[in-house]
């Protein structure tokens, strides 16, 4: 083997560290079914990375970076609508939730979900249209 200089180790290092950063999803589930985020135990779940090898298969990994190259290339726009989507599904699960224990009564505004059913009103507010009087909620930019 090569006598490396240390910037070159360093090099190495940072790069396996993209690939993982790339690789590995950003949340996964562990086997009691709560998720845990790799962007905080950092070393940890590199090692889990490779214990979880088996259970996760060639084949899902395999999926996984795809998604992630995938996720590399896409445009902005796309990403925009794509969180606009997160988003609108995460204000329509708080008005099922607030519908449920309301007894069947919506909010008068969308600021009224904020902050027992979900945490914020995602940005911008401006963006969403609500009818009070079905529940109905969506995008103004994107018609969805």
Known sequence: MKNFKWWQWILIIIAIGIVFYI???KYYFTDNGRAR????TGVVDVVSFFGDWERIGKENL???LIEKIKLIFESKEEKKKRKMRENLGSLRS?????YGEHEGFYPKSLQDLAPKYIGKIPYPEEEWIYNPQTGDVYSQSYGY
């Open 23 to 25: 690789v590995y999803p």
């Open 94 to 98: 708080a008005l099922i939730i607030y």
């Open 37 to 40: 985020c790799n962007r905080i």
């Open 62 to 64: 395999f999926i996984r």
